[in-house]
């Protein structure tokens, strides 16, 4: 069983007919992903999260960007119940600075994360800059997770976070994603099952295994780990994880246990 937080099925650039028939082998795989509508790049972005809510199997359902949020069509966004709300993607925008600029948390973006609050909507920290992170962290969201990132302190990356981050988001009760992008993994090129290893290794070693799940980005980055290309190739990830010493328990909470527990609680 594989319970994934970040999947970008729903926007990528295929057909209708495939997405759904992707869905399909994702439920055939055992595989429950978080469908997340990355918005950042859509022209009328709400109008799409309403009619792709309703495509999606088990209410798993998420908005990467939110960008686009007001407070006179917040209403509408809680309306979807998102599992989770991204405040924007790598750019700055109204709400928050992205991880690739050097804007902070807006007042708009506060009343938005206090609506997100009041309906029990968790904020996913993604995407944020350093900045943004630690002003999120400062208004005391409810529930709080990063849903697809590395570690920094096994590969320096502006989208993966510090011992320090971690900590906080574990300290809140929150879990983190682990993912797939090349580039978060490895400045060597595309990333392997061992660059991946070496990235759950490390934060198993400083962290513990309960606060730890996958965050795939499948179709929301053009280069992935080498030769893990969907939920039926995570047998090579459990084969290299156990060479590693990784516990099959630990590898079970990994992969699902620790997602399917935050997500099943009133507080996460």
Request: hydrophobic share 40%; glycine share 8%.
């Amino acid at each position: 069983m594989i319970y994934d937080l970040h999947n970008d099925l729903l926007t990528y650039p295929m057909p209708l007919a495939e997405i759904k028939a992707q869905m399909e082998k994702d439920a055939a795989n055992a595989a429950m992903p978080i469908y997340a509508v990355f918005t950042t790049r859509l022209k009328e972005p709400l109008s799409f999260c309403e009619v792709a809510r309703r495509a999606t199997p088990f209410g798993k359902f998420a908005i990467e960007d939110i960008g686009f949020a007001t407070e006179r069509n917040i209403d509408r966004i809680i309306a979807l119940r998102p599992m989770y709300c991204g405040l924007c993607w790598n750019n700055d925008n109204p709400l928050a600075g992205g991880a690739l600029g050097d804007g902070e948390l807006t007042p708009l973006g506060k009343k938005i994360i206090d609506r997100l609050n009041e309906a029990n909507i968790c904020i996913d920290t993604a995407h944020l800059n350093r900045k943004s992170f630690w002003k999120v962290m400062e208004s005391e969201p409810k529930r709080v997770i990063c849903s697809h990132t590395a570690v920094d302190f096994a590969n320096s990356h502006l989208r993966n976070l510090t011992k320090e981050q971690i900590y906080a988001i574990i300290m809140c009760g929150g879990i983190v994603g682990i993912t797939f992008v090349s580039e978060f993994l490895s400045d060597r090129g595309q990333a392997t099952v061992d660059d991946l290893c070496r990235h759950i290794v490390s934060f198993l070693a400083t962290f513990g295994e309960d606060s730890l799940a996958i965050g795939s980005d499948f179709y929301g980055t053009k280069y992935g780990v080498k030769g893990i290309y969907d939920y039926e190739d995570f047998g090579i990830l459990k084969d290299s994880l156990e060479r590693a010493g990784v516990k099959e328990r630990a590898i079970e909470k990994i992969f699902y246990l620790n997602a399917v527990r935050y997500w099943s609680t009133d507080d996460g």
